[in-house]
Nanobody
Framework: QVHLVESGGGLVQAGGSLRLSCAAS????????MGWYRQAPGSRRELVAT???????EYAGSVKGRFTISRDNTRNTVDLQMDRVKPEDTAVYYC???????WGQGTQVTVSS
């Protein structure tokens, strides 16, 4: 039973843009805090951004001002718009639903210098 499905990863040049999307089943999306995390090789998984049902968003300091998280409560999707990307943004990006702690399968983002 798949609850979160990410899409939109790929290869992008530094300074460019990429948009990730996560489709969630309605049963876990409604009223839930949704988020994006990332994990680079040899590193721990880290928070990128979260958004609650009132569209209040929080960001990691490393992406604030460059990335934008948004949600569509009619389509049960949460997107991550990545602008002015840097090589250090290279990682596998995961969609997350806080309750009860579901993860997507991850999508690779590679930023070339």
């Amino acid at each position: 039973q798949v609850h979160l499905v990410e899409s939109g990863g790929g290869l992008v040049q530094a300074g460019g843009s990429l948009r990730l999307s996560c489709a969630a089943s309605g049963s876990i999306f409604r009223l839930n805090i949704m988020g994006w995390y990332r994990q680079a090789p040899g590193s721990r998984r880290e928070l990128v951004a979260t958004i609650n049902n009132d569209d209040i968003a929080e960001y990691a300091g490393s992406v604030k001002g460059r990335f934008t998280i948004s949600r569509d409560n009619t389509r049960n999707t949460v997107d991550l718009q990545m602008d002015r990307v840097k090589p250090e943004d290279t990682a596998v990006y995961y969609c997350h639903a806080l309750l009860p702690g579901f993860w997507g399968q991850g999508t690779q983002v590679t930023v070339s210098s």
